[in-house]
């Protein structure tokens, strides 16, 4: 039959895999902690994104200045002193100075410029000595008294005072978002912590529950793949999402479902030509399991017409062709399958060219 020569039937093309079409967009409604974070610690957000390769966020997400440099915090430029010393020696003289003026800043210029037990000290000073609640003061020491209790090893009460900072499941969903193809394990530790701040199935981790869906799909963990696309594509219906979703459909062999699913890739507003190719090529399996041939071939020669280039689909386009005595048609889809890159698909493809041949002798 022309379907014997699919292989791996139901498995994601590497050249999908990393089609992810959606991305945590800044959320608009961080509030003013946020906004700061953003002037305050570039260099936060792009050490996460480039250089963490542990779980040691002590090093990586809260580095201590080693030389002078400039520290930005909203409507100050300040700069950090040479040595740990110094920076000590600067906040003294805040501390005799308006507690007012300086409230807001003094604890990310202790962390950033001095040591921990720097900014616990000047957390410790803040709650006994601010005359009035500030709200973005009251911000900093719960995010900076979070990152001291991190350092000294002690998530539990890290997560405690960060739960008081507003939009801080997202923040660290973003930062697992921005590791997870690169260090696998510090990100998933990322998500977690945004999944204890910030409980249940949520929009803005989508991209985590659409990545841990395809991890699980191509490990052949169904049930937890099925959980993760099902989370995805409620959030965010996007054509990627739903074929992949069919696909793990029928691998469940929930076929009815799958070419629902399918349909549903199919008609969604973000489909494009290779996500509409692997949706025709998803109901070609099913068709093909459910033995119904003849809607089976329809959806090949669609998947066919739209991925030229996928090796298994023209395959089974010429032992389809074979099938119906078109062996001059075959031999062109099997000699366009020896120009593409999958070594076994070729090796096939040659196998068939010498079955054609010794026809025609």
Known sequence: MWFKAQKGELSILKKQRNRSVF????????????????????????????????????????????????LLIPGNRLHCAGSPEQPAQVIEKWKSASTSDYSAIIVPYAWHCGTPELAQQTIDWINANRPTASTLADIWVRYYQGDVFYTQGKLDQAIE????VPNSGWFFASIGSGLYDKDRAAALHYYEISERLDPGWKEYRVEFYWKQCLEFYNQKQYDAALTYCQAAVEFAPHAAYLQILGQVYAARQEYTLALKTFDRALQADTVTENIAG??????????????????????????AQLLPDEPWVQIALGDFYIEQKDFAAAQTVFEHVLTLSDAQAKDIAADRLKQLSALHQ
């Open 23 to 70: 991305s945590i967009a800044p959320q608009l409604t961080i509030l003013l902690l946020l906004a700061c974070l953003v002037a305050l610690a570039p260099r936060i957000v792009s050490y996460f994104w480039s250089n963490t390769t542990s779980l040691s966020m002590t090093k990586q997400m809260f580095p201590v200045a080693q030389d002078e440099r400039e």
């Open 278 to 303: 692997y949706a025709h090529r998803g109901k070609m399996l099913v068709y093909r399991e459910l033995g119904q041939d003849a809607q089976a071939q329809t959806e090949l020669r669609a998947a």
């Open 161 to 164: 005072a960060w739960r008081g």
